[in-house]
């Protein structure tokens, strides 16, 4: 079974940087992909980016393209370095596993970790 958990949130003034991190365990997650997706209260989680190991590239949703880099370097951690960083960036910070690679849907997702906060302030 496959367990991932977050860290790295926290407050950071408008233009400032963070980066949140994601490690995962189970013996299948070098097969699996990797993705950060977000969500504000009372909207829907929405994706981010998304990375692989042994298949399947590096995708960021265009809000993000340029500001955030995911990165993997190693198959059970990834890490999302957000710069630039805008107060509607705020939200709880997800990661999750998929077997599509690229895939920027939630439902194709699975093994949710608790999230980590993120607050950017004006």
């Known amino acids: 079974q496959v367990q991932v958990e977050e860290s790295g949130g926290g407050t950071v003034e408008t233009g400032g940087s963070l980066t949140l991190s994601c490690a995962a365990s189970g013996r299948t997650i070098s097969s699996l992909s990797m993705g950060w997706f977000r969500q504000v209260p009372g909207r829907e989680r929405e994706f981010v980016a998304t990375?692989?190991?042994?298949?399947?590239?590096i995708y960021y949703a265009d809000s993000v393209k340029g500001r955030f880099t995911i990165s993997r370097p190693s198959a059970s951690m990834a890490y999302l370095q957000m710069n630039s960083l805008k107060p509607e960036d705020t939200a709880i910070y997800y990661c999750?596993?998929?077997?599509?690679?690229?895939?920027?849907?939630?439902?194709?997702?699975?093994?949710w970790g608790q999230g980590t906060q993120v607050t950017v302030s004006s």
């Open positions: 999750a596993t998929t077997t599509y690679p690229g895939s920027s849907m939630v439902g194709r997702y699975k093994n």
């Open positions: 990375i692989g190991w042994s298949s399947g590239g």
